[in-house]
């Protein structure tokens, strides 16, 4: 069960992905938002890994997970537009960074977990 309930925020990311695989020809960005939309992608992305990580720690919540995701994206991307209105662009650096390295700590809690399950299960 646990590991169907950390399943359930990669189902949440493949099938967005998926539609815009298959519809992808049919949706263009303009150059000026690509910079944005990279963003919230990289914060959807850690929200995505942050749910998985809580779903195999036995502490998922779809409530806390979808909330995260959208206000995640929001705060990214108004971040990096507050940047560019002000002129400093660092903030998207910032955002980047941050986003960055939540994702690789989120990915080095799941190996650590799915390891830790390998490991007990070879030993019983």
Request: no cysteine; proline share 2%.
């Amino acid at each position: 069960m646990r590991l169907a309930r950390a399943l359930l925020p990669v189902v949440g990311f493949i099938v967005p992905f998926t539609l815009v695989v298959v519809f992808g020809a049919s949706i263009t960005v303009p150059y000026d938002f690509a910079g944005y939309l990279s963003l919230a992608t990289l914060a959807g992305l850690d929200s995505v890994l942050g749910g998985i990580r809580a779903g195999l720690e036995g502490r998922f919540r779809s409530d806390i997970f979808l909330s995260g995701f959208g206000v995640n994206m929001i705060v990214a991307v108004i971040l990096a537009w507050l940047g560019d209105t002000i002129g400093v662009e660092g903030l998207y650096l910032a955002a980047v960074v941050t986003l960055g390295g939540r994702i690789f700590m989120n990915l080095s809690v799941i190996r650590r977990h799915l390891l830790d399950r390998r490991t007990v299960r070879g030993q019983k």
